[in-house]
C-alpha cells in the first residue's frame, strides 16, 4: 500500500445496529444519524483526488458508516468511484446483502467487504444485535461468491478476549480471505474494560499458535495490531535491520503518515479512534490540513512517553488512539504493551 494514501471515509451515520463499543453512538444510542449530501460527496472526493495529485499517492477508499449500503446515494457513489478508476473497500453490516446485491459491488469495483465477529453467538449478538453473528456467518460466502474478497475483524476488549481463538476457528471455516483484530478504544473512562499487558501478550501466543496451524487454510491472518512487532520481535522473528536512518519511522501506526478519516459532516480526523478532528473536507484543503500544525501532533514522536525510548519505537508504537482511550493522553504508554523501557 506504499504507493496510495487511505481515506476512511464515513458516509452516513445510519445504521442497523446501536454496538456497544461503536464512536458514533457511544454516548447516546438515540442521537439523529447525519448523512453526507450528495453535493457534498462530489466535495469530499474531489478534495480526496487534489490531495493526493499534490503527494503523487493514488487514493484508496474505505466507504464505511454506519452502513454505508443505507444511504441513498451509495450506488450513485460507487458508479462514480468505477468511473473514475478508483480502488475502494466497504466496511459494512451484513443484513442488507444477497447474491445481486455482491454481484453490483463486484461489478462497481468493489475489492473487499469487511464484516465484524466480536465474540461466539451470545457475545457478538449481546454486543451487537440478536441475529447478527448468524448473519455475518451466512453473507461469507455471498461475498466471496461475487469475487470480492471477505474480511472478518473482530473489536478485542475484556468482554470477549477469551473467544478471540475460537473466533479464528470460525472464520477458517467459514474460508474468510482475511481475519484481522483491533483493540477496543473506550470512548469513556466509565466504559474501561481493561486487559493488562500479561493477559494481552498471552492472547497474541494463543493467536500466534492458531496462525501457525492454519497457515496453509487460505486464511490470511493480517497482523494489524502494531504490538504484533513487538511479540514477533520478542520470538526473534523479527529484527531490527543495520544501517536504517536513525530519524526515520519505517512502520508502525499510520496516523499521520498515510491515513485520515472523513465523517459524514466533513469533519477530517488524523484517527476515527480517537478524538482527533483536524479540519472539514467540505471548507479546508485535504492537502493544506495534511501538512499543518494540527497534524503535526500526531507525528511529533519524540513526545511519546515510552515509545520514544525504545528500539522498537520506529517501527511499531503500539496504539495511540487505545493509549487515549484510557489516559485522554494519545503521548502515553500503551496500557497493553509489556515491555520494559529504561
Not at 506504499?2 to 454516548?27: G, V
Not at 443484513?95 to 462497481?108: I, P, S, T, Y
Not at 455471498?142 to 473466533?167: F, K, L, Q, Y
Not at 544501517?243 to 478519516?261: A, E, F, K, P, V
Request: hydrophobic share 35%; charged share 25%.
Amino acid at each position: 500500500m506504499d504507493k496510495y494514501f487511505a481515506f476512511q471515509w464515513h458516509i452516513t451515520d445510519n445504521c442497523d445496529q446501536r454496538c456497544k463499543h461503536c464512536y458514533i453512538f457511544s454516548e447516546d444510542i438515540n442521537i439523529s444519524p447525519r448523512e453526507m449530501p450528495w453535493a457534498d460527496m462530489l466535495s469530499a472526493l474531489n478534495n480526496c483526488e487534489d490531495m493526493c495529485a499534490s503527494f503523487k499517492r493514488i487514493p484508496y477508499l474505505y466507504i464505511t458508516g454506519g452502513d454505508p449500503i443505507l444511504h441513498k446515494d451509495f450506488w450513485r457513489l460507487l458508479a462514480l468511484l468505477k468511473e473514475k478508476n478508483i480502488a475502494f473497500s466497504v466496511l459494512g453490516n451484513p443484513f442488507h446483502l444477497n447474491d445481486e446485491v455482491c454481484k453490483n459491488l463486484k461489478d462497481c469495483g468493489c475489492e473487499r467487504y469487511q464484516l465484524s465477529i466480536d465474540g461466539l453467538r451470545d457475545t457478538h449478538d449481546k454486543i451487537r444485535k440478536p441475529g447478527s453473528f448468524d448473519a455475518t456467518l451466512e453473507k461469507i460466502a455471498c461475498i466471496r461468491h461475487a469475487g470480492i474478497r471477505s474480511v472478518i475483524m473482530t473489536t478485542v476488549s475484556g468482554a470477549n478476549i477469551a473467544e478471540i481463538p475460537d473466533i479464528i476457528d470460525l472464520t477458517v471455516e467459514h474460508h474468510t480471505d482475511v481475519f484481522a483484530f483491533a483493540r477496543y478504544c473506550p470512548a469513556s473512562f466509565e466504559k474501561t474494560t481493561h486487559i493488562n499487558p500479561g493477559e494481552y501478550k498471552a492472547l497474541l501466543d494463543a493467536c500466534w499458535r492458531k496462525f501457525d496451524e492454519y497457515k496453509d487454510s487460505g486464511t490470511i491472518f493480517n497482523l494489524k495490531d502494531h504490538l504484533w512487532t513487538l511479540y514477533l520481535h520478542d520470538k526473534g522473528l523479527f529484527k531490527i535491520p543495520a544501517g536504517l536512518d536513525g530519524q526515520m519511522i519505517y512502520d508502525g501506526c499510520n496516523c499521520g503518515i498515510s491515513h485520515l478519516t472523513i465523517l459524514p459532516n466533513g469533519d477530517i480526523y488524523a484517527c476515527r479512534r480517537m478524538d482527533s478532528m483536524v479540519g472539514n473536507a467540505f471548507t479546508d484543503r485535504l492537502a493544506d490540513v495534511f501538512i499543518s500544525e494540527k497534524m503535526d501532533k500526531y507525528r511529533n514522536f519524540g513526545k511519546f512517553e515510552k515509545c520514544s525510548r525504545c528500539e522498537l519505537g520506529r517501527f511499531c508504537r503500539g496504539c495511540p488512539a487505545v493509549a487515549y482511550g484510557y489516559t485522554r493522553n494519545l503521548y502515553s504508554a500503551d496500557p497493553q504493551c509489556w515491555k520494559e523501557v529504561s
